[in-house]
C-alpha cells in the first residue's frame, strides 16, 4: 500500500514526465531527403502528393528533395497549378469565413470582429508562410510551419500545406517568388 509521502512524490514524479512522455519523434520518412523522381517535372517547381503525404521540390532533372507535410481534410483540399506570389516570415493569421462557420467553438475569438492573431510560435502558420496565388488572386491556401507537428502525415488541416517549422524554413530559403506550385 502507497503511503501519502510515495503518494505526493509520484505525483511529482509524474508532474516532470508530460514534455517527455510527449516528445514528438518525427517518423523518418518525413524528414527532408533527395529522392528521385520523374524527369517530366521541371527544376525548381513545386509538386505536392496530398495521399502520400509528400512535398518535393526539383531541384534537378529527375531528382526533388522531399518533405513530410500535413494536407486537407477530406472536402477542404487544394488541387492544381498555383504561383508563389507572397512569402512571408512569422506571419499574421485570421482563420476564414468559412472556418468559422464550421467550427465556431474552435474560432470564437475570431468571431464578429477584425482580430488577427500576431505572428509567433503559438501562429498556427509557424515560422513562414508561402501564400499560394491562381491568376494573381490569392486562393488562401498556404504551405507553412506549424504548430501541430503530430498533424505532419495526416489529412486533418483545413486546406493548407502544413510542414515542420524547421523544414518549411529550409523550403522558404530555396524557392523564390513565382515558384510554380502544382498538387496533384
Not at 5 to 31: E, I, S
Not at 41 to 62: D, E, M, R, S, V
Not at 123 to 142: E, H, I, K, V
Not at 155 to 180: A, F, K, W
Amino acid at each position: 500500500m502507497m503511503n501519502r509521502r510515495q503518494f505526493v512524490a509520484t505525483g511529482v514524479a509524474a508532474a516532470t514526465l508530460p514534455a517527455a512522455a510527449n516528445a514528438f519523434a518525427l517518423d523518418p520518412k518525413f524528414a527532408p531527403q533527395t529522392v528521385q523522381i520523374s524527369t517530366r517535372y521541371q527544376t525548381g517547381q513545386l509538386l505536392i502528393l496530398p495521399k502520400a503525404h509528400f512535398l518535393y521540390f526539383i531541384t534537378a532533372p529527375g531528382e526533388a528533395r522531399r518533405y513530410g507535410v500535413g494536407v486537407g481534410k477530406a472536402g477542404l483540399e487544394f488541387t492544381g497549378t498555383a504561383t508563389i506570389d507572397v512569402k512571408k516570415k512569422w506571419p499574421t493569421w485570421r482563420p476564414t469565413n468559412e472556418m468559422i462557420e464550421r467550427e465556431p467553438r474552435t474560432y470564437a475569438k475570431f468571431k464578429d470582429n477584425d482580430y488577427v492573431q500576431p505572428g509567433g510560435p503559438g501562429n498556427p502558420l509557424g515560422a513562414r508562410a508561402l501564400y499560394l496565388f491562381q491568376n494573381g488572386r490569392d486562393t488562401y491556401f498556404r504551405i507553412h510551419g506549424t504548430t501541430a507537428p503530430r498533424s505532419i502525415g495526416r489529412s486533418v488541416s483545413n486546406g493548407c500545406i502544413r510542414m515542420i517549422n524547421d523544414h518549411v524554413i529550409d523550403l522558404y530559403e530555396r524557392v523564390p517568388v513565382g515558384t510554380v506550385v502544382t498538387v496533384l
